[in-house]
């Protein structure tokens, strides 16, 4: 995989001079109507690009949806700190070998202090966090939970890049995140667990992880954001995956297989890759807000994968989400 290209069209006019032999022919010529006024040639490349970034966003929320299902098969076969680690072996190998195959040379030293967040926030922090909460919490209780990462993440960026959404979007994503609320507490009577705490903080770190990488891969391409968080933290990996592995029990089966090399590959990896792109050229703010329908969408496979029980409010909590995404994509972020 190579960098990503940018090409600039060059466009030549040729003029012709009129020479005196016709310059009678241009008095029986009928005068020209008004031109109809140009479209600006950076318009339709613009909105291309915004389009693909919508595109690519949308992908990575529907690799991130299937990641709790994932993480709960992937808890059948492998205790939580093996899960965590070997995911991140194995991401960190896929990873290695794109950056090798590609030729990708080191980043820039200023940018690797970024680069450290992006794998404290999204390959460490909110992996391990989320994992040891499904231990004790339902795989539709924690998404709706974390719905909220879309709000944390644009409030982040916000403070971060200085950069100010509008009021409608603030309105919209302050409505998204009130619905999000709203279902949680239904759901759990009101009463928050020791998993909704690891979920809140995976909120904050992971939110973090997000803002830096979408920053970051507006001067590198995502795959490669993805990639050197994944290599900066392969040392750790290891030693974690030796020791893990050693203290927990093993009991390998398909579901078990299957889960964590989903979270390798589709999540860690794909996943991220995709969302980082996205958010380079639509927006942190603007990427951040599709994410409202990400718990949603676990939702479906909460109760497709693992026959979990799908509650009557979700259809109202996803038609107020789906608005919600809808007013924030066309406000000004």
Do not use: K
Request: with cysteine; charged share 10%; aromatic share 6%.
């Amino acid at each position: 995989m190579t960098a990503q290209d940018s090409a600039t069209a060059r466009t030549s006019i040729a003029v012709a001079e009129p020479s005196a032999r016709t310059a009678s022919a241009r008095t029986t010529s009928p005068a020209p109507s008004p031109a109809a006024p140009a479209a600006s040639p950076a318009t339709a490349p613009a909105a291309a690009a915004s389009r693909q970034g919508a595109l690519l966003a949308g992908l990575g929320v529907v690799a991130f949806s299937l990641t709790f299902p994932a993480t709960a098969w992937g808890l059948e076969s492998f205790g939580p700190w093996s899960l965590v680690a070997v995911r991140s072996l194995l991401a960190g190998l896929i990873a290695g070998a794109f950056l090798l195959v590609g030729r990708v040379s080191l980043p820039e030293r200023r940018h690797w202090a970024g680069l450290a967040v992006v794998a404290a926030g999204t390959v460490v922090g909110f992996p391990l966090l989320t994992t040891l909460a499904l231990q004790t919490s339902t795989t539709s209780h924690a998404a709706v939970v974390v719905g909220l990462l879309p709000l944390t993440t644009a409030a982040l960026s916000a403070l971060r890049t200085g950069r100010r959404p509008s009021r409608a979007f603030w309105a919209a994503a302050l409505a998204g995140a009130g619905v999000v609320v709203a279902f949680t507490v239904q759901q759990s009577g009101g009463a928050l667990s020791t998993g909704d705490l690891y979920l809140f903080g995976a909120l904050l770190i992971c939110a973090a992880g997000y803002t830096e990488g979408g920053r970051l891969a507006r001067v590198m391409p995502g795959w490669q954001v993805i990639g050197w968080a994944l290599i900066l933290t392969l040392p750790l990996a290891v030693l974690g995956s030796a020791v893990a592995l050693a203290a927990e029990p093993v009991h390998l089966n398909a579901h078990g297989v299957l889960g964590v090399l989903w979270v390798a590959a589709g999540s860690q990896f794909f996943g991220l890759y995709v969302w980082y792109r996205g958010m380079a050229a639509i927006g942190v703010p603007r990427a951040s807000q599709l994410q409202l329908a990400q718990p949603l969408l676990t939702l479906v496979w909460a109760v497709l994968l693992l026959g979990e029980h799908l509650s009557p409010a979700a259809p109202l909590a996803a038609a107020g989400v789906l608005v919600c995404i809808a007013v924030t994509q066309r406000a000004a972020a």
